[in-house]
């Protein structure tokens, strides 16, 4: 039995770009490696990264000159009895790069891994948080009745 997937209308050259930044996200696009969601919160902002079936002790989270670095590797052995008849879970080092906001308050990144889920929490400045701010009267008088 042979599995395949086949595409007439994705050219070669689709395919090695696919490949190398992604993979087809079944509607014409490509998706991130590393796909990621972002919430932001009052004091924070809170990146979530997918990293299924990464090895713990790969993951690497670096801050350089305002760039948030996440890295991880992810590999799959098989033994000698095994031959893979259809590979379509992404093996090998993943990284993606974030450019932070200077609000960021980068010596207080946190950063915890559960359920193949990293969770990067970046904290904001003072001034990069939210204020009411107060408004005030001019100098008309109040009119009484």
Known sequence: MLLTSFDPFVTDFDRMVQRAFGWAD?????????????????DEVVLKVDLPGADP????????????????????????????????RRTGSFTRKIRLAETVDTDKIEATYDNGVL????????KAKPRKVEIKRSGAEELTA
Not at 33 to 38: I, R
Not at 58 to 73: M, Y
């Open 57 to 88: 002790e790969s993951i690497e989270v670096t801050t350089d000159r305002g760039v948030l670095t996440v890295s991880a590797r992810r590999v799959e052995e098989y033994t000698e009895s095994e031959r893979p008849v259809l590979r379509e």
């Open 119 to 126: 969770s990067v929490v970046l904290p904001l400045q003072e």
């Open 26 to 42: 079944g509607n014409g696009g490509v998706r991130s490696a590393l796909a990621m969601d972002v919430i932001r919160r009052d």
